[in-house]
């Protein structure tokens, strides 16, 4: 059915069974009459309303969408709204990053007492769609607007002074992985890959192995994302200090054991943006030689030499790292390394924050054309555990359909987003991993905010022991307070 | 320790006593009062029921004078120059009365006024019960007196500021610095019916009675008063008070400067004790201190 | 599939704003709609048996009826469509009246959003699959917590029922409040003496086991399958050994300790029985107050006791007991009336709770019941009662009548002047609030017989005079006018509130409680003695105010459901529960952490980690549906591409 032109806008509600539904009944036997846009999906639980339904909804045409359970304390099933309490509102957050108003997802309480409340809420929110209008499709803005934008930040200074990890001490770390190899099946680490000025995965299993050990700028790879795979047995890990709260994070979900897992550890100096090392390199290049010095690293192809200083080149999660040493080792390696302040605003995520909510839908609508639904930001990401059972490959459920289009693409990123959110660890595996170079970190890194922001300051990866925010919740909760309906 | 002060317009005529003691005690306990230049009425008058943006602008050139002058405290003894003043302050804060406000001064406000306390809140502050007693030089031990703040020192609890405003406690820490046995007096928060002095003298004779009548069965030695027009009205009517109620009242009613000078050492003339309708020399018999220099023409009589 | 929609005029009260006939034929356009039809009243008899026959005749497997809330209905016409020989879970309902019909005029708009819903449910039921209920086995015991009168009354019922009783109190005696009353209205009848017996029946009843000075610690499984962890507190007396006689009491040295059963209105000791028809009559060590526990030394007691029963050493225990329901009846306590700085905050002596005056009217009280003032054992000349103190205010977060307040008001007035004939009593009311049998005549006795004088306003402050008596300040309403009187004694009739620790116990329960810690009934006016919770069951004021008659007849109630529920010896679960697709699920855990009922086990297949629903357990509330990333774990009959199809229909 359509949507009555001109006389209703489409707005979803989803409802509690056991209260607000009640509320919505109790409102209808009083006579309490209420503007006729919304259409009510009955659920158990506000803890059932899984987010993904909500931004199902609103990439698919619904100008607004309301969830409303049982009053915190109240739910029938004790706890599932404080579950959706914290979920919602990380949900609350996160919309805007696609260039979605927030204002247009509401989430509240309503009891089955409240008829008149939950009127007062069902015209409020009407009323508030009603002013925003109908909700602009993805795709369907202006091409020029998105001129308009400047996509090309430079890169900000790094935090502190990077470096190539010259002076490393490898050579205790490989004494270190030789001692300890007769425990284990295999330690995971970096090897020269097809050419000196690339590195690919290394998993030494005996001693001669250890040898092919490298140390540098041209780690890019997260090694953690390996770990799961090898879950039952005894496995070493060389970490950088991102590597090591992924390693954390897959603790923490009790993913791998952590008698089962050795963590070799060296403080990292900085990692280079390989994209912009490719690009720059050009197609095709042979690789004649690599020499790196304390600032840089000199990479010549077909006689010509390259100089990349990692002031200059480094990935941007370098610059603003503040976890350059591993937060968890076994052996650690190597002194300890200056350790700057707090992290300042993501360099990805800077760029969207400056852009206005149209700018934003229109910034996604033509990168995630690009998108070839390839799932490389999946497969390098290692906190994506669901593997072969990833709900974008399956019809039950069936969450996503084989249409190629931007808000289908733009709802994988979504899925991603959402499912990592109180787990990313901002590694940016997905986006260097992505073919075609989309930003797609910052909307992890949004996630990542508004938990952090949310849960006094939560950053995922940092405590094994640490209960992930949207697997707890507070009855009072310190940072999400209930909006007032007027 | 430098304070800028806003006297008031009864301090130059009906509480010229509480003016003088406030003065002293602050000289004695270190701390410097300097007045608004300039300063004018605070709207206390009908002003405030009237008009509140024409009262508004009365106080907001006065603390319009203080801000520019750079001072961030501004103290005054009168509970109800207090009020007005925190409340043109607080309404300020919104933009549109501020604006309306504005068209009434010849310049606009300044955007941020001094923070307007009592004087009794001032003192606390400035040294607190145990720098209070390391001045006292004659203990009050051998009075014992009922604190009585009034109805506004203490109400709208949110702008005043004031602590639990059915039972302030600040005079009474300070009183009991100065050593003196404070009762906790149930009506220190009532109305004494003052402001319908004129209009309805028997209902406010009845209220000033009760307060009266209070103090007096429960043993106190004098009433102590935080405003000058409650003062006043215990004072000056208290022989009206005692009529409405049939019966015979003699209670000195001090203001609590004055009750914390005498304790201070200093003399009941800096302390204008003379002022006094109700004569204070009971009491100065029982510190042992010589009566005030000329008790007031019918000091000392009991009312009837 | 072969769907039939049925849109039920439901008379005029659909029909009236919505063109039934015309969202019957749009239906008819929907994927697998077969047939269509818009019944008068879907509900009655003739209607439920056009189903039937629709579902014979046109070979359906599926039916949709919009109609009034499912709330309402649903179960009727899943019994229906089970008539007919379908699973009574093909079967949908949209809404159309609370949510259609009732709330808006514009018939054009009803209508067409009357389609759409019709379109979302059969969205819906094209993804429902026939669903089976488990049975299992009931334990045929009931547990109840809380020995007041509504307590005792459910176990009396029980036992008498055949059911065994588990019967909790967190006290060292039942009785509960009542125990504490003087007299209880309108018959001014002594409270004692109707409730003693029935404790003791509660004491010698085989059938009950009685677990005094216990709490409840832990609460695990469902609906005929409890298992409730209890805290028995050390009362560092051997029950089994002491015999009541009360010599420990006498000769205890620490006399000063507070008599919490007086309400603080006198000295007890530290040993003590707190009163002499207590239940069970076992003495209790105020760990608190003991000598030999604070200090170490005294030991009196223990060299008394004539059976050795003493014992310092002892701590609290624990015991399970497993039980079949659960009734809550923890009663009420007083709000703390403190916050009304305006009558003193409870520092003037005579200033008192009405419950303490019950205690100075009550022979067994303090004062063997004579009335007289704390602060100086005068007898009082003038009383004021003062009522509504944290009822019906909302300033103080109070909105609700506490109930029996005005009646006890009245009988207090009575007993006053009966116990001084001299006195003269004044009741401050908002409202005189007697409806009970009697209860209206029995106040009236109150003004017309025993010459209380009441005045209808508020007091605004009571404060000492000075002279030994309080001036109490008020309004009276009727004559426009200000009141003052000089009052020897003030009684101030305080607000109830839910006893302490009902909110801990609630979520223990999963029950909800409302701002005063009352427990939510399931519905207000049609199940008023069960939960939302299976197999939890309510009696007395734990649920609302309620005075004694009522209580009991709650206590009975709640009985009579436990006796209901034992009248199966299987109980069949709800199949709408939570399902784990073992190929989907990588053991990650999430569900198992979430989950509020410990309803998902850890389980290992092939060597692999995966979860596992324990059907009977599972409550059905999704939480791990929307917790899986894999959407591994799904919720029958609201699967993720169930509510999806829902959205779908909406939003495209």
């Known amino acids: 059915m359509p949507v009555m032109k001109g006389k209703e806008l489409r707005i979803v509600g989803f409802l509690c069974n056991w209260c607000s539904y009640g509320g919505a009944d109790t409102a209808g036997v009083a006579r309490a009459e209420q503007p006729t846009d919304l259409r009510i999906v009955r659920v158990p639980c506000s803890g059932r309303v899984d987010s993904l339904f909500i931004v199902k909804a609103l990439l698919n045409g619904a100008d607004g969408v309301l969830v409303s359970g049982c009053h915190p304390r109240d739910c029938h099933y004790s706890a ?26 509401e989430y509240t309480w309503v009891s089955a007492s409240e008829g008149q409340r939950w009127r ?86 005996k001693t001669e192995d250890i040898d092919k050990l490298v140390w540098g700028p041209l780690n890019v790879a997260n090694p953690a994302v390996y770990l799961p795979r090898f879950k039952g047995g005894k496995t070493g890990i060389v970490v950088k200090g991102c590597d090591a709260r992924s390693v954390v994070e897959l603790l923490q979900e009790n993913l791998i054991a952590r008698e089962d897992v050795t963590i070799f550890a060296m403080p990292c100096e900085g990692t280079l943006d390989m994209a912009r090392v490719n690009e720059k390199l050009g197609r095709y290049a042979v690789v004649d030689g690599v020499v790196r010095d304390e600032a840089g690293v000199v990479i010549t192809v077909d006689g010509k030499e390259h100089r990349f200083d990692m002031a200059e080149y480094a990935q941007n999660k370098c610059r603003g790292c503040v976890n350059p040493a591993a937060v968890l080792a076994d052996v650690a390696v190597g002194g300890a390394p200056e350790i700057p302040a707090d992290a300042p605003v993501p360099l990805e995520l800077g760029l969207l924050d400056a852009m206005s909510l149209e700018e934003r839908r229109a910034f996604w609508s033509s990168r995630m054309k690009r998108c070839l639904r390839c799932y490389a930001c999946r497969n390098a990401c290692p906190m994506c555990v669901c593997r072969d059972h990833c709900v974008s490959d399956t019809r039950d459920p069936h969450w996503m359909t084989q249409e190629a289009d931007v808000a289908q693409k733009l709802f994988f990123q979504t899925i991603h987003a959402l499912h990592l959110a109180g787990r990313c660890t901002g590694c940016g595996e997905c986006q260097r991993a992505c073919p075609v170079g989309i930003p797609i970190l910052a909307l992890r890194q949004q996630t990542a905010r508004a938990v952090e922001e949310l849960f006094s300051g939560y950053r995922p990866g940092l405590d094994p022991a640490a209960v992930p925010p949207l697997l707890g919740y507070e009855t009072e909760e310190q940072n999400i307070h209930e909006r007032e309906w007027k | 320790m430098n304070y800028t002060y806003y006297p008031g317009c009864s301090a130059g005529g009906s509480s010229a006593d509480y003016e003088k003691s406030t003065r002293a005690v602050c000289a004695a306990l270190g701390m410097t009062l300097a007045d608004i ?41 009168c509970p109800s120059c207090l009020s007005n003043l925190r409340h043109a302050a ?64 203490s109400r709208p609890p949110e702008v005043m500021d004031f602590g639990d405003p059915e039972n302030p406690l600040l005079m009474e820490n300070l009183l009991a610095a100065c050593g003196a046995n404070v009762l906790n007096f149930p009506l220190k928060t009532a109305c004494c019916g003052a402001s319908y002095g004129i209009p309805e003298r028997r209902m406010t004779a009845r209220l000033s009675a009760r307060i009266l009548q209070l103090a007096t069965d429960m043993k106190a030695d004098a009433v102590v008063a935080a405003c000058p027009l409650c003062q006043m009205n215990l004072d000056l009517r208290q022989p009206q008070a005692a009529k409405a109620a049939g019966a015979r009242f003699v209670m000195p009613v001090l203001y609590f400067t004055q009750a914390m000078g005498l304790a201070f050492g200093l003399s009941p003339d800096m302390l204008g004790l003379e002022k006094l309708r109700v004569s204070a020399d009971a009491l100065l018999r029982k510190l042992e201190l010589p009566p005030a220099p000329q008790g007031s023409a019918e000091g000392g009589k009991p009312c009837e | 599939m072969r769907i039939g929609v049925f849109v039920c005029h439901c008379g005029s009260n659909i029909a009236g704003t919505v063109n039934c006939a015309e969202v019957a034929e749009l239906a008819k356009s929907f994927p697998d709609v077969v047939y269509a039809d818009d019944p008068m009243y879907t509900c009655a008899e003739p209607g439920q048996a056009a189903i039937e026959a629709a579902v014979r005749e046109h070979g359906l497997d599926g039916v949709v009826v919009a109609s009034c809330s499912p709330r309402m209905h649903e179960t009727t016409f899943r019994r229906t469509v089970e008539r007919a020989g379908l699973n009574r879970y093909m079967f949908e309902m949209a809404n159309i009246r609370e949510h259609v019909s009732w709330i808006g005029k514009d018939r054009e708009a009803n209508t067409n959003k009357a389609a759409e819903l019709v379109e979302m449910a059969v969205a819906k039921l094209r993804r429902d699959r026939p669903l089976t209920a488990k049975t299992f086995d009931v334990v045929k015991r009931v547990l109840i917590v809380g020995g007041g009168v509504a307590g005792i009354q459910a176990a009396l019922d029980c036992a008498e029922g055949g059911v065994p009783v588990v019967l909790v109190e967190r006290e060292s005696t039942i009785g509960g409040k009542m125990a504490k009353l003087d007299k209880t209205f309108p018959t001014v009848d002594c409270s004692a003496c109707i409730l003693g017996p029935k404790m003791v029946d509660v004491a010698q009843h085989p059938g009950i086991t009685l677990y005094a000075c216990s709490e409840i610690e832990e609460v695990s499984g469902y609906v005929g399958n409890f298992s409730v962890k209890i805290r028995r507190r050390a009362t560092y007396v051997d029950w089994k050994k002491c015999t009541g006689c009360g010599m420990c009491g006498e000769k205890c040295p620490s006399k000063k300790t507070p008599d919490a059963f007086n309400e603080f209105t006198g ?56 039980v079949g329901c659960i009734i809550a009846a923890t009663g009420y306590d007083l709000m703390d009336w403190t916050i009304y700085r305006e009558y003193g905050g409870g520092a003037y002596p005579d200033v008192i709770t009405a419950l303490q005056y019950e205690r100075l009217l009550s022979a067994s009280g303090p004062t063997g019941g004579r009335i007289a003032r704390p602060s100086d054992g005068r007898e009082p000349q003038t009383v004021v009662f003062i009522q509504c103190v944290g009822s019906r205010d909302n300033s103080v977060g109070r909105p609700h009548c506490s109930g029996f307040c005005c009646m006890y008001t009245a009988k207090q007035a009575i007993l006053t002047k009966d116990h001084l004939p001299l006195s003269h009593s004044y009741v401050f009311y908002m409202d005189i609030r007697a409806p009970g049998k009697m209860y209206d005549e029995f106040s009236r006795r109150a003004v017309e017989e025993y010459g209380a004088e009441y005045i209808r306003g508020r007091v605004s402050a009571v404060y000492p005079d000075g002279l030994g008596q ?35 116990l609630a979520e223990k329960l999963c029950i909800s409680y409302d701002n005063c810690g009352f427990f939510m009934e399931s519905h207000v006016k049609l199940k008023p003695v069960e939960t939302t919770t299976a197999g939890v069951f309510l009696a007395g004021v734990c649920q609302g105010a309620k005075d004694i008659p009522t209580s009991v007849a709650q206590g009975s109630a709640a009985a009579a459901k436990a006796l209901g529920l034992f009248a199966r010896d299987k109980l069949e679960n709800d199949p709408q529960t939570a399902q784990v697709d073992i190929r989907r699920c990588v053991g990650c855990g999430k569900c198992v952490r979430c989950c509020p009922f410990g309803a998902v086990a850890e389980t290992e297949i092939r060597g692999e980690k995966k979860a596992q629903i324990i059907e009977t357990v599972c409550q059905g509330c999704g939480l791990c549906a929307s917790t899986c990333p894999q959407g591994a774990v799904q919720l029958a009959h609201s699967t993720d591409n169930q509510i999806l199809a829902e959205v779908n229909a909406l939003c495209r």
């Open chain 1, 80 to 105: 599932g709204n404080f579950y959706a309490r914290r979920r919602l509102e990380v949900l609350k957050r996160f919309l805007p990053v696609l260039g979605i108003d927030d204002a247009r997802f």
């Open chain 1, 120 to 205: 007062q809420v069902v015209a409020s929110f009407t009323s508030r769609i009603h002013a925003l209008g109908k909700a602009p499709r993805l795709g369907e803005d202006a091409q020029a607007l998105l001129k308009a934008v400047g996509t090309a930040a430079l890169p900000p200074p790094p935090l502190r002074t990077l470096g190539t990890g010259k002076n490393a001490p490898l050579d205790s770390l490989k004494e270190a992985i030789k001692e300890k190899l007769p425990e284990l099946e295999c330690v995971i680490g970096w090897r020269q890959g097809y050419d000196a000025a690339h590195t690919t995965p290394l998993f030494i299993r």
């Open chain 2, 37 to 77: 230049p300039d300063w004018n009425c605070c709207g206390s008058t009908p002003a405030h029921a009237v008009d509140t943006e024409l009262s508004a602008a009365l106080c907001s050139r006065n603390l319009d004078m203080a801000a520019r002058q750079g001072v961030r405290k501004l103290l005054t003894p």
């Open chain 2, 90 to 153: 607080k309404r300020m804060e919104n933009p549109q009365f501020r604006a309306r406000v504005d068209e009434l001064l010849d310049n606009p406000a300044a955007p941020e006024f001094p923070d307007v306390t009592s004087v009794m809140q001032g003192i606390a502050a400035h040294c607190g019960a145990n720098g209070i007693a390391a001045h006292v030089r004659g203990s009050l031990s051998r009075l014992t007196l009922a604190p009585y703040y009034g109805c506004l020192m």
């Open chain 3, 267 to 322: 000295a007890t000791t530290a040993i003590n029985i707190p009163f002499p028809q207590a239940i069970p009559k076992k003495a209790v060590i105020n760990a608190r107050h003991c000598r030999q526990l604070t200090k170490g030394k005294c030991g009196v007691c223990a060299k008394v006791c004539p059976s050795g029963a003493v014992d310092y050493a002892m701590r609290d225990n624990f015991v399970t007991e497993e």
């Open chain 3, 470 to 504: 309080y001036v109490v300040m008020g309004a009276d309403t009727l004559l426009g006018e200000p009141v003052e009187i000089k009052a020897d004694m003030v009684v101030l009739a305080v607000g109830i509130e839910a006893a302490k620790g009902a909110s801990a």
